[in-house]
Nanobody, 124 residues
Framework: QVQLVESGGGLVQAGGSMRLSCAAS????????MGWFRQAPGKEREFVAA????????YYADSVKGRFTISRDNAKNTVYLQMNSLKPEDTAVYYC?????????????????WGQGTQVTVSS
């Protein structure tokens, strides 16, 4: 079993930056594909970014490409989401998630482990 704990959320002005962290405990972290999802009020949970176990392969939603960067430090069992040029529409609860399948997945149902979420609010 893997436990995931997000941190780093809060309030930021539009155009600002924020870094989210997700600390994992339990089994071998480097064997997990890790992803970030977000859910705004009244909307479905949506894919944001994902990274392979080695960190070599990364994939982003079109809405965040060029602004967000996903990375991981397997020695620290942590995955990060660096968010730049934030927009009010980025406001949501952000979740990190993990799975042990080979391929990077953009569908939430592929992920077996989830954190509790952290609120990100971008003011205009």
């Amino acid at each position: 079993q893997v436990q995931l704990v997000e941190s780093g959320g809060g309030l930021v002005q539009a155009g600002g930056s924020m870094r989210l962290s997700c600390a994992a405990s339990g089994r071998t972290f480097s064997s997990y594909v890790m992803g970030w999802f977000r859910q705004a009020p009244g909307k479905e949970r949506e894919f944001v970014a994902a990274i392979s176990g080695s960190g070599v392969s990364r994939y982003y939603a079109d809405s965040v490409k060029g602004r967000f960067t996903i990375s991981r430090d397997n020695a620290k069992n942590t995955v990060y989401l660096q968010m730049n040029s934030l927009k009010p529409e980025d406001t949501a609860v952000y979740y990190c998630a993990g799975h042990e399948r080979r391929n990077i997945a953009v569908v939430a149902t592929f992920y077996d482990y989830w954190g509790q979420g952290t609120q990100v609010t971008v003011s205009s």
